[in-house]
T-cell receptor
Framework: DTAVSQTPKYLVTQMGNDKSIKCEQNLGHDTMYWYKQDSKKFLKIMFSYNNKELIINETVPNRFSPKSPDKAHLNLHINSLELGDSAVYFC???????????????FGPGTRLTVL | KQEVTQIPAALSVPEGENLVLNCSFTDSAIYNLQWFRQDPGKGLTSLLLIQSSQREQTSGRLNASLDKSSGRSTLYIAASQPGDSATYLCAVYGGSQGNLIFGKGTKLSVKP
């Protein structure tokens, strides 16, 4: 069984387009995250949601908008895509005590976004 | 601002060797530290999580230690195998930023 799944796995699109990446976790966790891994393989958090509420919003352009329809899903919508948005995007989830991730974060397989 | 550094950036060893990967962090006020493994083109797999009150965690051939006061952690891999080849990432939670901060990883290659 896939714990954290993302779709699509690969996404190739033109500059200026709007695209979405979907994430689902079947672990019953109440916290979900989006991370960006750049071309230098540096992994950095973008957003964190706890029980559908935004907890962490790092310095990310407002073209990126996360949406959590329910606890098991956290989708990432990106407007007006730019070349610099090309990266691998990872979704993750964890079960937290309070708002601190005391427990392991489980990662999805990643979505490789290429903007042409 | 919390910064996580991993040394070395890359490591190549013959099969069977014991090895140590290093991770250092600048802000010792962390809640926990995790070691992950990333295979090429794949997601991250959590290997070990050490809470701030713990000194070490073990899983099979892996042993991770944490010295919070000095801002250091090590991941010890015993009797390395070619299947251990991957990038190993260290991440800390806490400090002033309150989220998971990753190092850039150590790319390990174990030669048969």
């Amino acid at each position: 069984d896939t714990a954290v799944s993302q779709t699509p796995k690969y996404l190739v699109t033109q500059m200026g387009n709007d695209k979405s990446i979907k994430c689902e976790q079947n672990l019953g966790h109440d916290t979900m995250y989006w991370y960006k891994q750049d071309s230098k393989k540096f992994l950095k958090i973008m957003f964190s949601y706890n029980n559908k509420e935004l907890i962490i919003n790092e310095t990310v352009p407002n073209r990126f908008s996360p949406k959590s329809p329910d606890k098991a899903h956290l989708n990432l919508h990106i407007n007006s895509l730019e070349l610099g948005d090309s990266a691998v995007y990872f979704c993750a989830s964890s079960q937290e005590r309070g708002l601190k991730p005391w427990n392991t974060q489980y990662f999805g397989p990643g979505t490789r976004l290429t903007v042409l | 601002k919390q910064e996580v550094t991993q040394i070395p950036a890359a490591l190549s060893v013959p099969e069977g060797e014991n090895l140590v990967l290093n991770c250092s962090f600048t802000d010792s006020a962390i809640y926990n530290l995790q070691w992950f493994r990333q295979d090429p083109g794949k997601g991250l797999t959590s290997l070990l999580l050490i809470q701030s009150s713990q000194r070490e965690q073990t899983s099979g051939r892996l042993n991770a230690s944490l010295d919070k006061s000095s801002g250091r952690s090590t991941l010890y891999i015993a009797a390395s195998q070619p299947g251990d080849s991957a990038t190993y990432l260290c991440a800390v939670y806490g400090g002033s930023q309150g989220n998971l901060i990753f190092g850039k990883g150590t790319k390990l290659s174990v030669k048969p």
